[in-house]
Structure formats: C-alpha cells, structure tokens
C-alpha cells in the first residue's frame, strides 16, 4: 500500500488538475456528452432510460460507458433526476443515514431503442414537467404553470458550458440560467459579497476547519442546494435545487449559467416547484426531514468561552451574571473540563466531581442548563476506557486494516466510524456513561469536519486520509462530508435514549438533513 503522504500527493494533483477556477481543459475537451439509447416506464410510475457515451476519452479518467437515467415524480412538486453507471453500484448517500425512495437496482438488462422520444408523463397536479433531448442527451425541469424553464442541460455554442461528463472520478454537468435569476444557498463558505451568488465567485464544498473570517472558501458544512428566486411577468417565483452528492465539488455560476464539477459519486437531483420561498422550504424539508423539536430552554441566553481553566472560574461567571441582573439559560465548558483532552473525562484536579456535581445541582435548581464539548478524536491511551472499549468494539476508522492515526488535542487519536452500527451502539453507551458521571444536559459536537493536525497536503489539510476506509469499505474520499452528520444522527440516537427528552446538540459540520 501507499503511505498516507503519497495517497495525498496523488488526490491532491487530481484535485488542482480538476477543482480549479481556469481550468485547464474545457468541458468539450474533457467530454463530448451522451446519446440517450432507450427508455422506457419503471414499475413504480418513473421512467428508466439508458445512457451511451458519444466518444471516449482519458482526460481525468476513462468515461462511464452506459450510465443509467431514473426520473420521477416523487410528489406534486418534487422532482427526481438521478444518473449513475448503468452496471455497477456507485457511491451515494447512505439510504439509512438520510431516509428517502430508492431508485430501481442498476444492472438491469438494456431495453430496446424507441425511436420516438417520449416526455414523461406529469403526475396528477404536477407543477414540474421533465423533457430531454437524445443525442446529445439533456434535459429540462419547466414550471408547469408559466411554461417557464427552471433547469436546462442543454448545451450550444452560446451557452458558455459542454456536454454531461461522467468518469470515475469527475463528474460535469450545466444549466442555463436567466441573467435576472437571484441564487442564494451553496453552502457553506465564506463570501464578501454577502448570501446571494455573485457570478464568477468559485463556490467549493468540501467540510473543512477553516475560519469564516478567511474570504471565498469553504466551511464547515456542505449544502448542495440553491433557491432560485425570480420575477416572472411581475409576479415572484421561487424554486430549489438540490444535488444529493456528498463528494468534493466545486459550483461555478457564471450568471447566465451554472456548471457542477464533482469528484464522485452520482447525479441525483431533486427539484422543487415552490412557488413561494416558505413553500421550498416545505417541501425541501419534506424530502430531506423537518428541523427536530429543540427544548425550550435552548432557546435562552447562552454563555460560553474556552479558558474556563478550573472550576471557580465557571462558578464566577455565573455569579457575576447573577450580581449583573442578567438573566443566563445556559453555561458551556470547551475542553477545560476534560482530563487531559480526553472525551467523557474530568479533570479530578480542575474540575472535581464532587464539586461539579455540587454547582451543577446548584444551577439545575435555578433552572439552568450545562453544555460540554466532545470532539470526535479519541485519545490512544491503554488506560483510557472509551478508547479500551472502542477497540473491543472495533470501532474505529481503518488505514491498511489498522486504526487510522492522526493528532488532534489528546495527542494520538483514532477516529470513531459513525457508519458502523456499532460504532452508533458504543457512542451511545458512552455517552450514558459520561451522563452517569456528570448529568449534562446537552453535547456541543465539536472538530468533525474531520479534523486532524497531522497533515498537511491540499485535499488532506487538517482532516484525515482520504483512502481511509469507513465501515463496508466505503473510502473517506467519498464519505468525508458527511462525517459530521453521521455523527450527530448517532450522538442524538444516544441523548434521546438517555432520558427520552429532546436532545440538544450542537456540530460545528452538517450536511443535507442536519438540524
């Protein structure tokens, strides 16, 4: 196997050859599209088509010879679009972290070449229609009650975007937009220019720990998701797109248009007809989950800062909110509490059990709520019982069939791998057992982009290997982004179980269906 430092040296080359603002090679170059050879009705209402690349070529790896269409009226105001390799399972977003339809299994036989193209029949009520061209193959989303066309493939030679790509690792795909289109979303990053898309601004999303006070990057999150708000004969209008892919991608919106460029995973879009903003909303979240129900007092004044270095600092704070008549919910420790940076520890020194538990019960009576920190790090120590356990349970992240190692604030760490149902199971029972010692009331999930000290190349900078190998074999280049995510669904799996109340929790990454 290659060592951690070359892995990153050869993505990092794929990355500056393909997430790049002037790249070197134009869409024509890297890709000359796909004919559309049949299609043909799903048995559950879709329509399945098949894809035939027009000419091969080895710019970023050999193209997908046949992929496979699925389009379909999930409701009277959502649409699907999903493309993938005709043969064989791509990557996608695991159907049990975020819960929606699957499409019919791949490697079906290919059916018979219809020679009159068909448009997709609207479901009763429908406000968005599908139609496509054949070859090259593209496709449009129109609004159903004003004609107009909301996503559009289709390239020309005025259109300043190519043909669909599709290879293992690079994905392309375009829309034409109109020039009075207003896009807000693609989060998250950084922009001088505010929340709505500016054109010619490169919008990259790939969880990373930088600081949002560094301009035109990339965050924490990743939220592959615009609405698109516009005035259409004096009346406004408002639609979503969403791209459900959880690889690395750059979005370039270049004013009359925007091109994907992913290095991964599948085409599986879903649109939303609004027309309202509140009714994007709705029905995004009817697709993706509504926010969960937060406890009341999360909704109160919050205090929290790091260098709370010992007890009777906290205890002083909150003393002097009292002595101040300012009313305070909620009191926070960042790590100070911990013993050593070790999750789901104190610091017999520093912070005391006895004493803790004392101020504790002191607050709880005045009606106040306590909040720790937890990165997802865990310390390498042999007398340390979590890592003990997650051994045992042979939960963690692996790099040549070993525990992947990287530095964060502990010192060696090896990070838990939050698709593993087992690794969900082991979470939860730790954090019953730090409940048992200290009766928090709520988690502040902290660092999981990933993040890790350790390293230090373009596509690993402060995060882990991406040929680290996730629960199945799934790879860290493809599941990096919704680490945070998987993490969260596990950690509020573990309150709710505790007391059956409403889990507050806190992650510094999300993804599609966090809140």
């Avoid at 193959?137 to 159903?144: E, I």
């Avoid at 289109?181 to 922009?191: D, F, R």
């Avoid at 402060?462 to 199945?472: D, E, G, Q, R, V």
């Avoid at 999300?510 to 809140?515: E, L, M, R």
Wanted: charge should be neutral; aromatic fraction near 12%; include cysteine.
């Amino acid at each position: 196997m290659d060592s951690p430092k070359t892995v990153f040296s050869c993505l990092s080359l794929l990355l500056a050859l393909i997430l790049c603002f002037s790249p070197t090679h134009s869409s024509n170059t890297i890709g000359k599209g796909y004919r559309l050879i049949s299609i043909e009705e799903s048995p559950d209402g879709g329509f399945i088509g098949y894809l035939q690349v027009k000419q091969k070529n080895k710019i970023y790896g050999s193209d997908i010879t046949t992929l496979r269409l699925y389009v379909k009226h999930e409701t009277d105001n959502r649409l699907r679009v999903h493309i993938t390799d005709a043969k064989k399972q791509r990557w996608e977003v695991p159907y049990n972290l975020l819960p929606r339809d699957q499409p019919p299994p791949v490697g079906k036989a290919i059916g018979k070449s219809r020679k009159t193209p068909i448009t997709v029949q609207e479901i009763s009520g429908s406000e968005l229609t599908f139609s496509y061209t054949t070859d090259p193959f593209s496709f449009a989303v129109k609004r159903r009650s004003n004609g107009q066309t909301l996503f559009n493939t289709s390239s020309s030679p005025n259109s300043g975007f190519g043909e669909m790509v599709f290879k293992d690792q690079y994905l392309e795909i375009s829309t034409s937009l109109p020039k009075d289109a207003s896009l807000y979303g693609l989060g998250e990053n950084s922009q001088a220019n505010g929340i709505k898309l500016v054109p010619n601004e490169p919008y990259t999303l790939y969880t990373e720990d930088v600081s949002a006070i560094n301009l035109n990057t990339d965050l924490y999150g990743s939220h592959p998701v615009y609405m698109d708000l516009r005035n259409v004969g004096g009346k406004p209008y408002a639609h979503a797109v969403l791209l459900l892919n959880s690889n690395g991608m750059d979005v370039f919106y270049r004013g009359t248009s925007l091109t994907y460029k992913v290095i991964g995973g599948v085409f599986d879009f879903y649109f939303v007809a609004g027309p309202s903003p509140l009714d994007v909303v709705d029905q995004y979240t009817s697709l993706i989950g509504r926010p969960a129900p937060m406890p009341y007092w999360s909704l109160g004044f919050h205090q929290c800062r790091w260098g709370y270095r010992n007890l009777s600092v906290i205890e002083d704070v909150v003393d002097s909110y009292q002595k101040a008549k300012i009313p305070l919910d909620v009191i926070w420790n960042d790590d100070d509490h911990m013993d050593a940076k070790k999750d789901f520890t104190l610091s017999p020194i520093s912070y005391p059990r006895a004493k803790l538990l004392n101020f504790l019960d002191r607050i709880h009576k005045m009606g106040m709520k306590y909040v720790v920190i937890n990165d997802p790090g865990i310390g390498v120590n042999s007398s340390y019982g979590v890592y003990q356990r997650g051994m045992a349970n042979d939960v963690f992240i692996k790099y040549e069939g070993k525990p992947f190692l990287a530095q964060v604030w502990p010192g060696a760490v090896h990070f838990p791998d939050f698709l593993n149902p087992k690794t969900v199971s082991w979470w939860g029972e730790e954090i019953r057992r730090f409940h048992e010692l200290v009766p928090i009331d709520g988690l502040w999930i902290d660092m999981n982009e990933i993040n890790a000290t350790g390293v230090q190349a373009p596509i690993g900078f402060k995060t882990i290997a991406t040929s680290a190998l996730h629960y199945n074999g799934v790879r860290e280049y493809d599941a990096h982004s919704i680490y945070g995510f998987s993490e969260t669904v596990a950690t509020h799996k573990g309150l709710l179980s505790i007391e059956g109340k409403r889990p507050f929790i806190l992650s510094r990454s999300t993804f599609v269906g966090s809140g």
